[in-house]
């Protein structure tokens, strides 16, 4: 679950911020990085006319709610928390209470009978519905699209890194998945509106972006010069100060060479590949409705670290889908422990009402799911521990971003996480640490450098 964002912004891109009105907002997130940056826009639209943040949802005069519904269990949390609000909304109820994310539908009709207490759902991205329960909102209008997604999320979070959506919606139909009829069809943002958002994060501090999409690999098809990913990443790689790039979600069928050739060349784009391979057998991905073979995968994974020595791997993988036999999961098991992924994702399958699959028997049992779960979790450790095992003795470049039990902890460029004491203030601070530890998890250090 995200923490309460708190936003600034660049006055360049900011209508005059109006004063604080007294009144506050409270917003709770689940799920993805997407959801993560809507709420920061949202609360950076509420805090340009005069809200303020609030972490207690009884203090607050808007409540907003972001959710999820890729699986069940998160649906069943979305659905606790809406719950929980209807003791809130009987006792204030002039207090507008908003639902917006992947819960969402185009027909609202049964969520309205649902949940009667919520004034406004909104379809994610789509913040100009807003306006309807915060009328001032209107004041902003044409400067709604500008408002960067900076936010500094709590006191322990340096805030130098931030999320910015490139491209929303997924022109996949992934039999199994919810998001393209919640989230549409994809939209790329234009590369010069990207750039800029990017330089004001900058200008704020920030020094590491992410840039998001559910297929962020397929930025820019839908525009009319048709910039593709690695325009774009050489555009904002040479945004001054800006020190550490990444991106995500990327689809293995649109991970192309020029793609891989720029993260290779551009030096502030990290040495770090988020690759969602979901299953290792290929009549599984066709019923997945993937459109590639596990083989597209493999190679393309060998591709980048042949481009990219030292590059680490992040992938997805879903476990007893649809008629999964027990051959078929030992070719995603084998997969894995073929390719040496440094973070694997795994979910046990979860049918979506409305998506294709969940017209299928959902006939793998759920202690059969967790077992699988289980296995590939335990491959995961000992896989983990073996590629972090290699980094002892090596020097990482960490981005502090956490104090806690008197120790910082930062990322290393390969997204790996880095803990190490030093009595210096170095929160939001690049420095390099030298690996004495490791376990499967994490590596334990000491600084070597000075904090830049
Ligand atoms: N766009 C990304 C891709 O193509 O891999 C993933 C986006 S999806 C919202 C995030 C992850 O949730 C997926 O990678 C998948 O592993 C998981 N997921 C999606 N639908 C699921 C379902 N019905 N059951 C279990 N896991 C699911
Ligand atoms: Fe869902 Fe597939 Fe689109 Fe990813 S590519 S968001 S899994 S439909």
Known sequence: MA????????????????APNGKRFFIWTIGCQMNEADSAKVAAMLQEVG????????????????????????????????????????????VPVVLTGCMVT????????????????FNPSDFDQLQQ????????????????HYYVPEATDSGVTAFVPIIYGCNFLCSYCIVPYRRGKERSRTMAEIVREVEVLVSKGVREVTLLGQT??????????????????????????????????????????????????????????????QAGDNEVLRRMRRTYTADLWRERIAYTRERMPGVTVATDIIVGFPGETDEQFQNTY????????????????????????ARWDDDIPHEEKQRRHRAIEELQERVCSELNARRLGETLEVLVDSLAKGRWGGRSRGNTLVHFADDRPLMGKLIDVKITKTSPWYLIGEAVSEPR
């Open 133 to 148: 329960v915060v009328p001032e909102l209107a004041d902003l209008d044409d400067d709604l699209a500008q408002l960067p």
């Open 3 to 18: 923490a309460l964002p708190v936003i600034e912004l660049h006055p360049a891109t900011s209508p005059a911020r109006m």
């Open 334 to 357: 084998d997969l894995l422990e073929e390719v040496g992924c440094d973070k694997v994702h795994v979910a046990m399958y979860s049918p979506r009402p409305g998506t294709l699959s």
């Open 216 to 277: 962020v690999n397929a930025y820019g098809h839908d525009l009319d010069d048709r910039p593709g990913l690695h325009d774009l990443l050489a555009a904002v790689d040479t945004i001054p100060g800006l020190d550490r790039l990444r991106f995500l979600t990327s689809h293995p069928k649109y991970m192309s060479n020029d793609i891989v050739d720029s993260m290779a060349a551009l030096p502030s784009v990290c040495e770090h590949m988020n690759l969602p391979v």
């Open 51 to 94: 809200y303020r943040p609030t972490e207690v949802e009884d203090d607050a005069d808007i409540v907003v709610l972001n959710s999820c519904v890729v699986r069940q269990a998160a649906e069943d949390k979305v659905a606790g928390k809406l719950n929980s609000l209807i003791r809130l909304k009987r006792q204030k109820p002039e």
């Open 106 to 121: 185009n027909q609202q009709e049964k969520l309205r009978e649902r949940f009667p207490h919520v004034d406004l759902f």
